[in-house]
């Protein structure tokens, strides 16, 4: 840095005597005077102080501008890895809604089946309650004749079976009789022989 510095200072002074050396008659070969040399040697000075300056500000510029660039460098890797896990969790979501798309087809179809299954219980359900309506019609118009007619047949089978039922008691009654007699008989003939 200090050599360009120096470049800088020596490219100042080149042009302070880049100029042709003219020789006139009329100034003789002398050396400057002391004033001259003084106030150009504080010239050299503040321009190298300005120049020492402007070094430091630039290096502590160029400092800060580092510390920036890395600063940018740390914040750009860390949106690098943000990205990757973005993208990392965009391909996670992407599945994730590929597996509710697949369930939710596979759910509609259930539904479907479902639906289809349910309907046609429905059906067979009106078409019990059709079959039960028409029974419950037949019954209250046509059964109350044919149920009164099989109750009076009830009613006349179940006398008959009293009176079978009487009829066999009396016959029962009649051979217990006959049986009496005949055993009464089966004695005397016995006793004659």
């Known amino acids: ?3 360009l510095c120096l470049l800088c200072l020596a490219g100042c002074l080149g042009l302070v005597h880049a100029g042709p050396i003219r020789k006139t ?3 003789p070969d002398k050396a400057a005077p002391q004033e001259e040399v003084n106030v150009l040697m504080f010239g050299v000075i503040q321009l190298s102080e300005s120049l020492n300056y ?7 510029k160029m400092e800060r501008i ?11 890797q860390q949106l690098g ?11 996670q979501i992407k599945e994730v809604v590929q597996l509710l798309q697949e369930q939710t087809e596979k759910q509609q179809v259930q539904t ?8 046609s219980l429905e059906k067979d359900e009106d078409e019990l309650k059709a079959k039960v309506r028409q029974l419950e019609m037949y019954i209250n118009y046509a059964a109350p004749t044919g149920l009164k007619e099989l109750q ?13 039922q009487t009829w066999n008691w009396a016959q029962k009654q009649d051979i217990k009789t006959q ?4 055993s009464k008989l089966q004695k005397m003939s016995e006793a004659l022989l």
Request: hydrophobic share 30%.
């Open 81 to 91: 890895r943000q990205t990757e896990e973005a993208a990392e969790m965009e391909q």
């Open 152 to 164: 009076d047949r009830a009613e006349k089978h179940f006398q008959l079976l009293r009176g079978l």
């Open 1 to 3: 840095m200090w050599s």
């Open 25 to 27: 008659s009329s100034t």
């Open 112 to 119: 479907q089946v479902t639906k289809d299954w349910l309907n």
């Open 66 to 76: 580092s510390r920036t660039l890395k600063n940018h460098e740390k914040t750009l």
């Open 54 to 60: 402007v070094f430091e500000t630039t290096e502590a």
């Open 179 to 182: 049986d009496e007699q005949l």
